[in-house]
């Protein structure tokens, strides 16, 4: 178990890293956007990114 914690965090920053490499001036694009937002729609955000990533990998594994 720990194990493939491990190997989906390091997705993560792959995944993460990619973007940043690829597309560095959309990413604060997005950033700068997503500062003017208020802290309860983020929170809504994750809270939905969260329960998308939980489904999908509950249908995939």
Request: net charge positive; glycine share 8%; charged share 15%.
């Amino acid at each position: 178990m720990p194990r493939d914690f491990y190997a989906a965090l390091c997705l993560v920053l792959v995944i993460e890293g990619l973007v940043l490499f690829a597309a560095p001036h959309g990413w604060q694009s997005v950033m700068r956007e997503a500062s003017k937002m208020e802290p309860r729609v983020l929170r809504v955000c994750g809270a939905i990114a969260i329960g998308i990533g939980l489904l999908t990998l509950r249908l995939v594994h």
